[in-house]
Nanobody
Framework: QVQLVESGGGLVQAGGSLRLSCVVSRSIFTIKAMGWYRQDPGKQRELVASITSASTTNYADSVKGRFTISTDNAKNTVYLQMNSLKPEDTAVYYC??????????????WGQGTQVTVSS
């Protein structure tokens, strides 16, 4: 059973920084892409940033220039460095992984979510 385990959330003042980590464990599949999403209560889950196995990145306009997504392929880990945090960044952040097996079938997995709260 594939597991995505997130860490690094917490409470920070506006202007501060946090780094989220997500480890993909128990996987025999190949990682095609990983990403971070966030969700506020009553709102739809939105993409924050993503990165492919070719290191192509994509960011939401609201976080460009402030957040950086990166991976450590040896550790099956994806990071989200969040700088210059704003109160509107407050949300539950979810890790997402797109995996593929030897028959090129894709599987998508989610982490349990980690709370990020930015105080003004």
């Amino acid at each position: 059973q594939v597991q995505l385990v997130e860490s690094g959330g917490g409470l920070v003042q506006a202007g501060g920084s946090l780094r989220l980590s997500c480890v993909v464990s128990r996987s025999i599949f190949t990682i095609k892409a990983m990403g971070w999403y966030r969700q506020d209560p009553g709102k739809q889950r939105e993409l924050v940033a993503s990165i492919t196995s070719a290191s192509t990145t994509n960011y939401a306009d609201s976080v460009k220039g402030r957040f950086t997504i990166s991976t450590d392929n040896a550790k099956n880990t994806v990071y989200l460095q969040m700088n210059s945090l704003k109160p509107e960044d407050t949300a539950v952040y979810y890790c997402n992984a797109l995996l593929t097996d030897s028959a090129f079938r894709d599987y998508r997995y989610w982490g349990q979510g980690t709370q990020v709260t930015v105080s003004s």
